[in-house]
């Protein structure tokens, strides 16, 4: 069971798009979302991450949006590129549970 | 920059057999994970530790142990590898905190025959 809940599974933008995925989660004890970037044959590594105490965290072509009362957070990649192509990861405290991930392309 | 060895990158062994997974970090992390990742379900927590001698149970920790006997190493030990537990196994650090990244290794691909 998914503490975490992630979508969509796979997602394709067109280079110079918008990337958005979203995620929801249920346990209000959780009070630090990170995201994390992981490409094929090397572990997640920390993308960006926010507290709940802001709606929002930016860094660069990366933004965290958070509503507390909807329990729902999303990943939002401007203007994104090829080498963003890697599968995301959203995640919660307070033992870190990870979604299921989604599969992002970034067509030339 | 943290640095999260884990032993094997690939690993083959037979159903039945007692495999042993090693991870050493060498960042003097409190927090250490094991996950395993499957497709389409994401990275399930196996097991974790805060500290030595220390362990707590994830999710799924069925089929599973776990040996933390020095702070910079975790280890995860199936005790009798079924074909079930063919995966991908990734083992991860973290500092003290609520609010602290993990840090990942590249993770170890096993498959049990």
């Known amino acids: 069971q998914q503490q975490v809940k992630q979508s969509p599974q796979s997602l394709i933008v067109q280079k110079g798009g918008i990337s958005i995925i979203n995620c929801a989660y249920e346990?209000?004890?959780?009070?630090?979302f990170p995201w994390y970037q992981q490409f094929p044959g090397k572990g997640p590594a920390l993308l960006i991450a926010?507290?709940?105490?802001?709606s929002e965290k930016k860094e660069g072509r990366f933004t965290i949006s958070f509503n507390k009362s909807a329990k729902q957070f999303s990943l939002h990649i401007m203007d994104s590129q090829p080498g963003d192509s890697a599968t995301y990861f959203c995640?919660?405290?307070?033992?870190?549970?990870f979604g299921a991930g989604t599969r992002l392309t970034v067509k030339p | 920059d943290v640095k999260v060895t884990q032993s094997s990158r690939y690993l083959v062994k037979r159903t039945g057999e007692k495999v042993f997974l090693e991870c050493v970090q060498d960042?003097?992390?409190?927090?250490m994970f094991w996950y395993r990742q499957d497709p389409g379900l994401g990275l399930r927590l196996i097991y974790f530790?805060?500290?030595?001698?220390?362990?707590e149970k994830g999710d799924i920790p069925e089929g599973y142990s776990v040996s933390r006997e020095k702070k910079e190493r975790f280890s995860l030990i199936l005790e009798s590898a079924s074909t079930n537990q063919t995966s991908m196994y990734l083992c991860?650090?973290?500092?003290?905190?609520?609010?602290?990244?993990?840090?990942f290794g590249d993770g170890t691909r096993l498959s049990i025959l």
């Open positions: 991860a650090s973290g500092a003290q905190g609520r609010d602290q990244p993990q840090h």
């Open positions: 346990n209000t004890a959780f009070d630090y």
């Open positions: 926010i507290r709940p105490d802001v």
């Open positions: 995640a919660a405290s307070t033992d870190m549970r």
């Open positions: 960042m003097d992390h409190e927090n």
């Open positions: 530790s805060y500290d030595v001698k220390m362990k």
